[in-house]
């Protein structure tokens, strides 16, 4: 890739970045109730939109869109919270743009480029002459500039982020099928056998929801799409199909563009998109050198700042001693007399004596009252866990009150709980 003058600054400073964060994420069952799968937690303080949203910042794009859907409060809060710091005056913005029937008093968003359609006078108005389309339910660090440098190099009509994976675990993605220019030649959708990229038959290039645009070019291409009756007005299943067939889609792959810091070795990205994954990636940060640095302070993850006490460990007696090993804990968290293994806790999360927790994932101001035992658990906002309850150690007792997934791992809601005494 050659050089771009100016370098990426001075294409992100006239970039802006639209963030698809509606959908609901059924596959996290009830942890998505009450709220949107970007506003699912993770990693002890953060949310999963912060990841795309802090990418963006990073990169250097300061004017970011954010749309909602499903069950947006808890979403629109935490953006009102912890992303108020962009200064108008400065060129910066960040909107939030709820589905708010502004095309037709019937219409919600109908799918991801209806939801960028439906903003197109926005879009307009902000005079950017790039858009970079991010989905706001994945965790990953990845600088977009890069991507926009090969968008502006290689004069595509579109920029394809993909990652690289295993060709037999390609199945449940969009695949794009390429030349030996990175150009996009076919477009399948959760193919039974998927293409493997040239030179390596083994792996496949799979979508990773993030594409990128000369503005104008998008909006005509939207207003085309917003026409045709037999289109679902999405992006993977028709934008992008009909500009591999109709125009130049260009692939740029994760593993030219990702953030490497710390003890980091290869890229990372995660749909975090079932309860299992969600599990796995929370417990994977608490290993030694985890796949994922969440620490460093030259790409740092922004979220709401909560003002809490530090953690606090009590009691140092015999099966009565506060201690955690090989896990993280938040602000505000009380760990009295028990004993916290390979445990991801959230804030203000309080665990009482004598109860043990291991390969639990409690998120904010979870209580575990004394003697409870909990092993391979997520433990949704609020739970309160009664004295002496054991989830973990025997599946098919645990499956009759909790929801217990295909890997074994219980998650645990306050309504759950509720009907333990019905």
């Given amino acids: 890739m050659n050089a771009v003058p100016g370098g990426t600054g001075s294409l992100t400073r006239q970039t802006m970045a639209f963030v698809l964060a509606g959908g609901r994420g059924s596959r996290l069952q009830e942890l998505t109730e009450r709220r949107a799968k970007p506003a699912v937690f993770f990693g002890g303080k953060s949310r999963i939109i912060d990841f795309a949203l802090s990418n963006a910042v990073n990169s250097g794009i300061r004017r970011i869109g954010v749309a909602t859907q499903y069950k947006a409060h808890s979403l629109i809060r935490h ?11 400065r060129n910066e913005m960040l909107d939030v743009l709820p589905a708010s029937q502004r095309v037709d008093e019937r219409q919600w968003y109908l799918g991801t480029a209806d939801a960028v359609t439906q903003n197109i006078d926005i879009i307009e108005s902000y005079g ?16 977009y500039g890069v991507m926009l440098a090969q968008h502006v190099d290689s004069g595509a009509d579109v920029t394809v982020g993909c990652i690289e994976v295993p060709r037999t675990d390609a199945t449940g993605f969009g695949v794009m099928h390429v030349d030996e220019s990175g150009r996009i030649v076919r477009f399948v959708e959760k193919p039974a056998d998927p293409p493997g990229i040239p030179g390596d038959p083994d792996t496949a290039l799979a979508s990773m929801g993030i594409y990128v645009f000369e503005t104008g070019f998008l909006i005509d291409q939207l207003r085309r799409d917003a026409a045709d009756p037999e289109s679902d007005h999405d992006f993977g299943r028709n934008l992008i199909p009909w500009l591999v067939e109709n125009g130049k889609a260009v692939a740029h792959r994760f593993s030219d563009s990702c953030v490497m810091t710390g003890t980091e070795t290869r890229p990372y990205w995660r749909d975090v998109g079932t309860v299992d994954s969600f599990w796995r990636a929370n417990i994977d940060l608490t290993d030694f050198e985890p796949e994922l640095d969440i620490y460093s302070r030259d790409w740092p993850i922004w979220t709401y700042g909560e003002v809490t006490p530090p953690a606090k460990f009590i ?11 090989s896990s993280m804990v938040s602000g505000g968290c009380i760990v009295s007399g028990s004993n916290v293994l390979r445990s991801l806790l959230f804030t203000g999360v309080h665990c009482r004596s004598y109860s043990h927790l291991e390969g ?23 739970v309160n866990i009664p004295e002496g309850l054991v989830v973990g150690e025997d599946p098919e007792e645990d499956a009759k009150w909790f929801r217990v997934t295909e890997g074994g791992i219980t998650l645990i809601t306050q309504a759950m709980i509720d009907a333990l005494d019905r």
């Fill in 360 to 382: 639990v994932v409690a998120l904010p101001h979870s209580v575990i009252h004394r003697n409870a035992r909990l092993t391979g658990v997520v433990l949704d906002r609020g």
């Fill in 79 to 89: 953006l009102q919270r912890g992303w108020s710091f962009f200064q108008a005056e």
């Fill in 128 to 143: 950017v002459r790039w858009i970079v389309v991010l989905a706001g339910d994945h965790v990953y660090k990845m600088d």
């Fill in 315 to 325: 009691h140092d007696e015999e099966d009565r001693r506060g201690s955690a090993v």
